[in-house]
């Protein structure tokens, strides 16, 4: 769906409510924590997210706004970035590749998420590893995405591909790879 802008929209809301398999009442906290980030740059619903790596394109990011109390229960702002992170990585990946999230995967597997279609609950595509950064530079960025990229490589024996999808708030952006 196109925003006023032109742009596409990147509705984070969507997470509580529509996507099979992710009970409403998690994609909502999830939402919840990628605006307290977002807020704590003073960004506003509909600011721009620049999305770099194998897709370049910028989207509009569509959030509820949230009060005091989001702030207050994501005082750790780590667990907000790392939350946060996954919300944007997640409706993202369905925006670009139209994978959803299936289930989250295993501690120690090198990836966050299994990805497939939502109809089809046991055949999954891909992998999907997520990280967050509250504020950094582009090199950050860039290297986290290696270290990230290095890190899938621990579940490589399922021959999918894996997606890599890190998260920065300041300047929202995405640097998505597949790998």
């Given at each position: 769906?196109k ?8 509705d984070?809301?969507s997470?509580a ?14 939402a ?14 509909g ?27 994501f ?15 997640i409706?993202l ?8 999230v ?12 299994w ?22 530079s582009?090199?950050?960025?860039n ?13 490589d ?15 929202p ?7």
């Amino acid at each position: 769906m196109k925003e006023r802008s032109g742009l596409k929209r990147l509705d984070l809301a969507s997470l509580a409510l529509e996507f099979q398999h992710i009970p409403p009442e998690c994609g909502a906290n999830l939402a919840l924590a990628a605006s307290v980030a977002l807020r704590h740059h003073k960004h506003k619903p509909g600011v721009r997210l620049q999305i770099r790596g194998d897709n370049e394109s910028t989207f509009a990011s569509v959030w509820n706004k949230g009060d005091a109390s989001a702030e207050r229960f994501f005082n750790d702002l780590d667990v907000a970035v790392e939350n946060g992170a996954y919300a944007v990585a997640i409706v993202l990946c369905r925006e670009v590749t139209g994978l959803s999230v299936l289930e989250r995967s295993i501690k120690g597997t090198g990836f966050d998420w299994w990805l497939g279609h939502e109809d089809d609950l046991f055949q999954s595509k891909a992998r999907l590893e997520v990280s967050g950064i509250l504020k950094g530079s582009r090199t950050t960025v860039n290297g986290r995405v290696a270290v990230k990229k290095k890190q899938t490589k621990r579940s490589d024996r399922t021959s999918l591909p894996a997606y890599i999808v890190v998260v920065e708030f300041s300047c929202p952006q995405a640097h998505m790879v597949k790998r």
